[in-house]
């Protein structure tokens, strides 16, 4: 079987949806599928190259600055490729792609499937945008959620509650969970990275993952917790792991927060769990999530957490077994449950034991498992 991805953005830039896509092609070539990928022609980047036995095919995009930096394809120009004549299916990610993905699998007769991490619906009104994009993305989502893909994929029940309130026929969605990789486990140690933070003396909660444009992570309600939490725990830091946090440092110098709230900087994929074990317990305050990686590498490695109940999280972290869960864009709650965890070491492990044990069930086995069904299927 041959099967075709086309998204706007892949490999070599590597955000949530990405990491999803190159963990599910590279097993897929395992399996014994013939994978070619057809994405963005970002700058330094090959019109073509072999990564891990996916067949990388990039065209340039036609406008780049859609949707924040992503991108749309001109469809002649995808016509004209002939990448995607000799394929078996084509699968497609939200939000730039999904149309004009449906349109080349039409043009093409080929069978499509649409994966989609999550629709915010209603959520939108709360992202730190300006009023127009919160108007126009629900109507976008409205717009995807009716294109007669011939099935959907998507990795929460959250998620398919979502775009089943998009229009999305029900019975032609399956939920599959994302993998966690075996590089997240309990056994990871962040005494050396603790220490070159000097942070030995600390109490330390942790977040790691990149600043959202949209603002659905809720940084800012974390960083508002952070400023009642060092009220009762003066010795409290926040330690921020991942990309675009030193956009913030203006904002952690006005909330007098400077000192309690370190940025870590960008880790290398293999790092991460390091970071994680680093921390006494890690933190998140997001608005919505469709699966929330985060939290689930975090619980895998033993690490209690604090989150909100929203979107797929209560799917991820159990609420009071594996981590507290709060309303959403609520810091005061959010700051309670981090102060009662930091002054609970037992409480703390106990919750760690069993997170590890909860999260055996997202592997990328069972993950790629569903999505070979769905091809089969479509196959039939």
Known sequence: MKIGFFTDLFYPYIGG?????????????????EIVHLTTKLPRTKSFE???????????GL????????FIFPFLSLIKSKIFRDVDLIHVTTYPASITGWLLGKALNKP????????????????RVNPLIKKI????????GRCPYDWFICPSKFSKETMVDAGVPEAKITVAYHGIDPIFNPNADGQA???????EDKLVFGFSG??????????PYLLEATRFIIKKLPNAVLVLGGSGFEKISPLIKRMGLEGHVIYAGHRPFKEVPRFYAMCDIVAGASIAEGFGFMYAEASRCGKAVVATSAGSIPEIIIHEKTGILVPPRDSKALAEAITELLTDKEKVKEMGIRGVEYTKKFTWEASVKKHLEVYDRLME
């Open 17 to 33: 949806g990405e990491a999803y896509l190159i963990n599910l092609e590279t097993r897929l070539v395992k399996e014994g599928l």
């Open 63 to 70: 406008i780049q600055d859609f949707m924040k930096g992503r």
């Open 112 to 127: 499509t499937v649409l994966f989609c991490h999550e629709f915010f619906r209603g959520f939108w009104r709360y992202m």
């Open 193 to 199: 990275l603790r220490r070159r933070l000097r942070l």
């Open 50 to 60: 072999v990564y891990e036995g996916i067949k990388i095919f990039r065209l340039p």
């Open 210 to 219: 990149r600043l959202s444009d949209f603002g659905q992570k809720g940084i």
């Open 137 to 144: 993305y629900p109507l976008i989502e409205d717009y995807i």
